[in-house]
């Protein structure tokens, strides 16, 4: 006595293989791994804003605002945000921006302000340098400008580098 035996393909298997595929496929496609960097332009200025990879200050993320100066820097008058960029731990992001006076500030941190001004054709490269004096005291946030080369060498160490986006804050004109 024999008994015929059929053989059904294990779809729960393949349904698993499948799901954890398109899981996959979905988590990497939210974020941008850095290539290389853009060409500058003769009629814009070129800023690069970094965060370096530092994995004990890691948990945060920080939501950086640039504002533009109407004409000349003055302390009396207040300049118009234009973009908003959220950086996490190891990513950069760049822009190009007319030439002008610009602010860059951490929003909801008040002492983390770098006022720069950016000209045809030149790029500019800033760091969002995080420290913190001892393990128990606040994280410290300040703007430091670097060259290409330092910027190059913080990009290329770290092998995970995430290309972050600017997003326009402007208000539409009604």
């Known amino acids: 006595m024999s008994v015929k035996e059929e053989n059904h393909p294990p ?3 393949i349904l698993l293989f499948l799901t954890c595929i398109v899981g996959f496929t979905m988590q990497c496609t939210s974020k941008k791994s850095f290539v290389k960097l ?3 332009e003769n009629e814009t200025g070129l800023l690069y804003l970094v965060r370096p990879d530092h994995t004990s200050l890691s948990i945060w993320n ?3 605002l640039i504002s533009r100066y109407p004409d000349k820097f003055s302390s009396s008058i207040k300049p118009t945000p234009i973009f908003k960029i959220e950086l996490e731990n190891a990513s950069l992001g ?3 921006l007319p030439e002008g006076t610009y602010r860059l500030d951490v929003i909801g941190k008040e002492d983390t302000t770098k006022v720069f001004q950016i000209k045809k054709g030149e790029e500019k490269y800033f760091e969002l340098k995080i420290f913190s004096e001892t393990k ?3 994280s410290e946030l300040t703007f430091k400008e670097f060259n290409k080369e330092s910027a190059l060498t913080e990009i290329l160490s770290t092998p995970t580098f ?4 600017f997003e326009s804050v402007q208000m539409p004109i009604e």
């Open 62 to 64: 920080y939501d950086c």
């Open 136 to 138: 128990l005291s606040r």
């Open 11 to 13: 779809y729960f298997a």
């Open 38 to 40: 853009v060409t500058k």
């Open 162 to 165: 995430t290309e972050s986006r």
């Open 94 to 96: 760049f822009i190009r």
